[in-house]
């Protein structure tokens, strides 16, 4: 039986649409008194259960650092107070659930465009690390946080507000994958 809870990924190929019950629209179907769940992004009425992702300390740490990095300067990795997160699947596959797309994008493979991601090639790059990190902990590089540009004006290649980039970066920087440079 479907649990409310459980969550769903939409049927249609060009979608893949993940979210729970709560999050879809319950649509009339004209009869009067019924209704059918349908996907909020495509309007399709046909999901499946997917697994639940594998607990990991790591990917908690991913997780903390992209919360930074979406509720700090541009609020990148966000979409509409959606936060975009990371899971372990079974077989070591890590996927990115994009905030926008809402799509489990496959982040193993490396080096080409992912379907799903609405972010660009910084974000995408960030992501990898932080799927290599998932993997086998490899340290992350602190000048991949809003990297500063040797501007005078202080800014950075984010484009965040420089207060907002400095204070993301000394939150970011509590966290334990990072690496001193
Ligand atoms: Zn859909």
Redesign the pocket.
Known sequence: MTMMQDRQE?S?QS???TGVYAEMVNQPNGDGFSSTFV?P??G?DSFYVIDKPIESERVNHANRLIKLIATHGRKFLSHENKIAHMELGKGGKVFYVDAYTRRRVYTNREHIQWSGLSEGGTMQSLISHLKRYILDGTPIDKRLIAPKCFREDGSNIWGYDPVEADKLREQAFKLPMFQEV
Request: net charge positive; with cysteine; glycine share 0%.
């Open positions: 939409c249609r979608c893949r649409w996907c992004k495509c399709c």
